[in-house]
């Protein structure tokens, strides 16, 4: 087996390198249809448009946890001009939920009592979505509290420190796709 100088000593810095570069490439070489335009950081926020559908969301990540998860909760408000749907609330749970969850939306002591199933929440009709949406633009943070398919409680709470802004922005990210 021949023996290629300098590589079977390579310093951790420079593995890391070319893991990251691996990392990028595949990245790149992904299909387009999963192609996003980023619009921006807000806080915790982040803002994206997806061209083909057209579609612009604004996502955050729940509070990281070291408690177990069957999924990586994460809470989203979408935009979908030809649908005439605008600031659509979702919330990917961290647990499989319960049949029949009980999943309630707390934010600056006001109480929403959600549906959902699977892993995903959301609020039970237009009304309600834009109650929530206007208390999340004042708010600090939100949880959602439901029982897991396990029989257990469990939370999930998400900071909300730039989603007015990353809301804003999603709507319009997707302004002249109608």
Known sequence: MAHISGTSHRSPRKTARIAMFAALCAMLAAPLAYARESLGMYGNWGVFRDPDLPRCYAIAKAIPSTLHRDYEPYATVGTWPKRKLRNQLHFRMSRKLASDPRLVLRIS????????????????????????????????SMSISARGANGKGFSNTWKLDGVASAMDAAAIGCAKAR
């Not at 109480?111 to 949406?133: E, H, K, Q, S």
């Open 109 to 140: 002591g006001e109480r929403f009592d959600l549906t959902g199933g699977g892993g995903d929440a959301w609020p039970v009709d237009a009304r309600m979505n834009a109650a929530i949406i206007a208390r999340m633009r004042s708010a600090t």
